[in-house]
């Protein structure tokens, strides 16, 4: 199964962690990991290195953040020199949830990954264009 990280500013990783897990049950290998960008880069470094190799049981692992230019998503991008690493940003509360749910389809990382990226811009709506229909 494919690891997952939520790296974020603040609190947001945790609070996305959470509402996911009171939608879809349990999240097995998915971590939150809270940015604070007053902290050392060298050990929030190491914090997201730790966050991956917890979650990561060769499968590959995504690292889902909050925007992209944003230091959780600066950091993560020295990560992708592994090849079994992804990094998507502008993380939502849809895609989490299909994240959780397409994990056990066997299919490879890049996969799981197109799939979340497409359903996350997908569940951006604007509510007066669609009640208008």
């Known amino acids: 199964m494919v690891g997952v990280v939520i790296a974020a500013h603040g609190n947001l990783a945790?609070?996305?962690?959470?509402?996911?897990?009171?939608?879809?049950?349990?999240?097995?290998?998915?971590?939150?990991?809270?940015?604070?960008?007053?902290?050392?880069?060298?050990?929030?470094?190491?914090?997201?290195?730790?966050?991956?190799?917890?979650?990561?049981?060769?499968?590959?692992?995504l690292v889902l953040t909050d925007m992209f230019g944003g230091t959780p998503a600066n950091m993560t991008l020295a990560l992708l020199e592994d090849n079994k690493?992804?990094?998507?940003?502008?993380?939502?509360?849809p895609m989490l949830i299909k994240l959780c749910q397409c994990r056990h389809r066997n299919q490879s990382l890049h996969e799981v990954a197109d799939t979340v990226v497409d359903h996350g811009r997908k569940s951006i709506n604007q509510a007066s264009a669609i009640l208008k229909k």
């Open 14 to 61: 945790r609070e996305l962690l959470q509402a996911t897990v009171f939608i879809v049950g349990k999240a097995e290998q998915v971590t939150a990991l809270s940015i604070d960008p007053s902290r050392n880069i060298d050990e929030l470094q190491k914090d997201i290195r730790n966050a991956v190799k917890e979650v990561n049981t060769g499968e590959g692992v």
């Open 85 to 93: 690493i992804e990094v998507i940003t502008g993380a939502n509360l």
